[in-house]
């Protein structure tokens, strides 16, 4: 499991534009060797240019990065990938 505490990024004359290659590099930690693996990305509900970080990444790799708004339904997904822990 990785635990991103932001949304990689790089700042180019003030503006925040993902980094795709540290998001991947990250989440990639996640599952090796053939294993399945468990990215978290927190967020803040107030911070808009995150989702829209977010947004950018889901359309540049053509992914679908699923919202999570409780520790329930995160208990929910872990649950579905690790059945029997």
Do not use: C, W
């Not at 993902?18 to 991947?24: E, I, K, S, T």
């Not at 999570?68 to 822990?85: A, D, F, H, Q, W």
């Amino acid at each position: 499991m990785v635990i991103n505490y932001d949304v990689p990024y790089k700042s180019d004359f003030g503006f925040k534009n993902p980094d795709y290659a540290n998001f991947m590099h990250r989440v990639g930690r996640t599952g090796r060797f053939g294993t399945d693996g468990l990215a978290i990305t927190l967020t803040s509900k107030t911070d808009e240019t995150m989702d829209n970080l977010l947004d950018q990444i889901q359309k540049h790799y053509e992914i679908d990065i699923a919202q999570l708004n409780s520790m329930n339904e995160l208990i929910k997904v872990y649950g579905i990938m690790r059945p029997n822990k």
